[in-house]
Nanobody, 122 residues
Framework: HVQLVESGGGSVQAGGSLRLACKVSGHLRGCMTWFRRPPGKEREGVATIYPRTGRTFYADSVKGRFTISHDNDKNTLCLQMDMLEPEDTAMYYC??????????????????WGQGTQVTVS
């Protein structure tokens, strides 16, 4: 069983930065993903990383602004968010999947979810 606990959300002005963290308890052979659900919209995948290789995938909307990383020693997933825009306002979720599709993971491919952390950009 895997447990995911996010932290680091908050409010920031446009152009600012935030760093999200997700503490992972347990072990899952697969990939880790950050999702977000903007107000009134569907949940969408933002970035995926394969911890064993470090390979990453990003949604077009965040390429060049967001960076996903995984600290294998601390078993912690991070999302560095720079040049934030009001459109980035959303609940952000950490997710774990046992699949390896070679792209950003889709919601139906997620096996474990975190509880979410709110990011508000004004």
């Amino acid at each position: 069983h895997v447990q995911l606990v996010e932290s680091g959300g908050g409010s920031v002005q446009a152009g600012g930065s935030l760093r999200l963290a997700c503490k992972v308890s347990g072990h899952l052979r697969g990939c880790m993903t950050w999702f977000r659900r903007p107000p009134g919209k569907e949940r969408e995948g933002v970035a995926t990383i394969y911890p064993r290789t470090g390979r990453t995938f990003y949604a077009d909307s965040v390429k060049g602004r967001f960076t996903i990383s995984h600290d294998n020693d601390k078993n912690t997933l991070c999302l560095q968010m720079d040049m934030l825009e009001p459109e980035d306002t959303a609940m952000y979720y950490c997710a774990a999947s046992s699949s390896f599709p070679g792209r950003v993971i889709r919601t139906e491919e997620v096996r474990y979810w975190g509880q979410g952390t709110q990011v508000t950009v004004s």
